[in-house]
């Protein structure tokens, strides 16, 4: 970089939102929709930055895979940009444990467990296994299940309903937004599912009678929750005795950004703590295990379920037409 050049290369680096990609960049290669959901700046803000950026030589743009990633010019690479780049690493370390470089850190760990997790990625990366698919596991899984009615609390987009329907015989999907109700019934008529049941409710006052369902769903739910224990005794309310409550939540971090960005009442919920909420709501059989992790994410995924306990009727089986408003 040259004397004339350096004016316009410190505006450029000016801007905290461009600081902030090449910090993210610096530690992994990135598309434009993980960069996205990271900063959450709109894709068109994300793209102009990153032009920008490439324009000068401080990020290169490779292509793999079908996809666009973008990176930091390697250390052997970097020709007149060393000097800046000595300053910008320096400046990344000094800047590490600040709020927003924490918070952005955390989202690049979620963005690598779902790399990690995707179901075309999985294995060992140097292996094509053709029809290899978690997808289809979970769906063949669901093969081996009655024909259960189901309550999805808090269901948000709908993904999970959506794969629930396919082995359930019907699912009552509720949540508090109309705006989100309104995407998850849309991703259901894409798909062409017919059995779902769409409501706009609160999960601490479910509008179902009791013993609707066989089995109820808290999908990442819960630390939405103002009284978790409310969503609980609900969810074990509307379920039939013999039926499941099953509860996907994070376990307990300390990522406070997550209350203004995605509106969480509660940093998750250490396991013995998540166990103990549901047995007080009456459950038996509690189990707690570790759902999902990944090494250095702040975010660890809890499974747990219990029995609603009680006599086991035919109802169970899902062939009962009660579910229906109070």
Known sequence: MNMKEAPAVFRLLGDEARLR???????????????????????????RHLGLLRDSGLVEERREGGFTYYQVPTADSRNGTAPLWQMLDAHFADSAEEPVARADRARLKEVLRLRKESFANHGDGQQLVPGRSWAAWARALGHLLPAWDVADLGCGDGYLTVEAAGWARRVIAIDRSADVLSRAHALARRRGVSNIVWQQGDLERVALVDHAVDV????????????????????????RPGGRVLVLDLRRHDEAWVRDRLGDRWLGFDDAQLGQLMKAAGLADVHVDVGARLTGDPFTVLVASGLVPGPVSDAHVGRREDVGSD
Do not use: C, D, F, M
């Not at 990609?21 to 803000?45: D, F, H, P, W, Y």
């Not at 109820?216 to 379920?239: F, G, M």
């Open 216 to 239: 109820t769903l808290l999908s990442q739910a819960l630390h939405h929750a103002a009284a978790p224990e409310r969503a609980l005794a609900e969810s074990v309310r509307i379920t």
């Open 21 to 47: 990609l090449l910090r993210l960049l610096a530690a992994e290669r990135l598309n434009v929709t993980e960069l996205t959901g990271i900063l959450g700046i709109a894709q068109s803000g994300v793209s």
